[in-house]
């Protein structure tokens, strides 16, 4: 299996900062893509950003210009600076990973989550 870890998340009031992390750990051949998704109480999961193995990112409109993700392939993990927080940004955030355990095989991971609360 491919184990996904995050951690950052916390309390922080309106216009704070968090950064989170996530790593990958485990048996696999590659890892194309990791990002972050999210979901608040009584709302579905959504997208949040995506870094792909070629370096681009794909980010939800409600979190351009705020958040950044970045990743460091060689340790397989990737970050999440989130800046001028809302309320609204308040959900349990979960790492996902996509890639091939082998050559043929593919996979696609989720970390536990990580609860990040904005207070007004």
């Known amino acids: 299996q491919v184990q996904l870890v995050e951690s950052g998340g916390g309390l922080v009031q309106a216009g704070g900062s968090l950064r989170l992390s996530c790593a990958a750990s485990g048996s696999f051949f590659s890892i194309n893509a990791m990002g972050w998704y999210r979901q608040a109480p009584g709302k579905q999961r959504e997208l949040v950003a995506v870094i792909t193995g070629g370096g681009s990112t794909n980010y939800a409109d409600s979190v351009k210009g705020r958040f950044t993700g970045s990743r460091d392939s060689a340790k397989n993990t990737v970050w999440l600076q989130m800046n001028s927080l809302e309320p609204e940004d308040t959900a349990v955030y979960y790492c996902?990973?996509?890639?091939?355990?082998?050559?043929?095989?593919?996979?696609?991971?989720w970390g536990q989550g990580t609860q990040v609360t904005v207070s007004s």
């Open positions: 996902n990973a996509y890639g091939l355990l082998e050559s043929t095989e593919d996979f696609d991971s």
